[in-house]
């Protein structure tokens, strides 16, 4: 019996455990429950055990919304979703703080660990990266929940939805929905109910700005596009090499998250341009934004920006 009871506990408090650090969207977040009285098991031969089962992909939903605050709904734009965290309690949510669309240093501004995992429609293959959303939580699903509006960024892939839409928030992000002083006892309470809205990206201060990826070189280059405003996604790149303005444009192909990449026979001379293409529809060229003495692993920050 006391036997039974720890191997109980034990898993129990390891799967708190990964709930609290493991994957965007793994299962288990909701509080462990309170073990039963536990009658004296009849012992049973051993047998192997069952493979794991394989979650079903969640069924196809409509996109909630595309462009720079674009929804479907309710009339007043807000949509109704479940809301999990993970990570650390205070922290941007991967371990790394880098997650699915390939961004870095979600924990630092500008981003400052206001961060979510997205489901299909939300994350969208990575087209939805980096794209901004209005969260809220209000008393119906939780008492510690404030009502009051907060915004996050679309940072990571939510593998394992449990709701039409579903957002796998950061610590730091769930909390945040709370009232003053209860941000603890609004993460302790697992899945919620919450709503959410698009709304566009504001990176004050900020240009748009590209990362040029580890492993890039004059025939194949991968560009990470981050901080745009409005939508805040990007659904095109296009690059002009050679520092030539009137050049022929050369589409870019998705990659992964906001990861955009040429591969090519022909040898790129830099320096490039590039045009970025958001989820509007809306462009904007950062010309010559890469020198010709480009390294990988590097940031270029472009003169432009998206109008608000």
Known sequence: MAATFSSYALAVALLSLLAANGCCGCPGLTPAPTPAPM???????????????????????????????????????????????????????????????????????????MTSCGNEPIFKDGKGCGSCYQIRCVGKAHPACSGVPETVIITDMNYYPVARYHFDLSGTAFGAMAKEGRNDELRHAGIIDMQFK???????GLSVTFHVEKGSNPNYLAILVEYGNGDGDVAQVDLMDDGEPTGPWVPMRHSWGSIWRLDTRRTLQGPFSLRVTNGSGRSLVADQVIPANWKPDAVYSSAVQFDD
């Open 198 to 204: 698009r709304v566009p990206c504001e990176y004050p």
């Open 39 to 113: 009658p004296t098991p009849t012992p049973a031969p051993a047998s192997p055990s069952p493979d794991p089962v394989t979650p079903p992909p969640a069924p196809a939903t409509p996109s909630p919304g595309s462009g720079s605050g674009s929804t479907n709904g309710s009339s007043d734009g807000w949509l109704d979703a479940k809301a999990t965290w993970y990570g650390a309690p205070d922290g941007a949510g991967p371990l790394d703080n880098g997650g699915a669309c390939g961004f870095k240093n979600v924990n630092l501004p500008p981003f400052n660990a």
